[in-house]
């Protein structure tokens, strides 16, 4: 497995922007497919992202599909999220997660095996 620390988060107003981003440990990032979910109060954990090994494909859950970036460095083992025209509905803790199976567009979180300890974005109207 591999070590996920995420950074970025705060509080922003409606149609602001912020950039997460998710710094991993060990040698063999890039063997990794690289995700970010969220989850906000009372809701369950819902897929926004993921880019595979060398961050040639990308793939977005439709609610960001458009406004939301991800990308990966993998000199630097780091993985982004930039997050733009945010809305309150994306007001949540949001998590980086790996996994490295053979396929690469996994969105439930069970497919993940690596997690971070996830980072507040709080969108205000």
């Known amino acids: 497995q591999v070590q996920l620390v995420e950074s970025g988060g705060g509080l922003v107003q409606a149609g602001g922007s912020l950039r997460l981003s998710c710094a991993a440990s060990?040698?063999?990032?890039?063997?990794?497919?690289m995700g970010w979910f969220r989850q906000a109060p009372g809701k369950e954990r819902e897929f926004v992202a993921t880019?595979?090994?060398?961050?040639?494909?990308?793939y977005y859950a439709d609610s960001v599909k458009g406004r939301f970036t991800i990308s990966r460095d993998n000199a630097k083992n780091t993985v982004y999220l930039q997050m733009n025209s945010l809305k309150p509905e994306d007001t949540a803790v949001y998590y980086c997660?790996?996994?490295?199976?053979?396929?690469?567009?996994?969105?439930?979180?069970?497919?993940?095996?690596?997690w971070g300890q996830g980072t507040q974005v709080t969108v205000s109207s």
């Open positions: 060990g040698r063999t990032f890039s063997r990794y497919v």
């Open positions: 997660a790996a996994h490295d199976a053979l396929v690469f567009v996994r969105t439930s979180s069970a497919d993940f095996g690596s």
């Open positions: 880019i595979s090994w060398n961050g040639g494909s990308t």
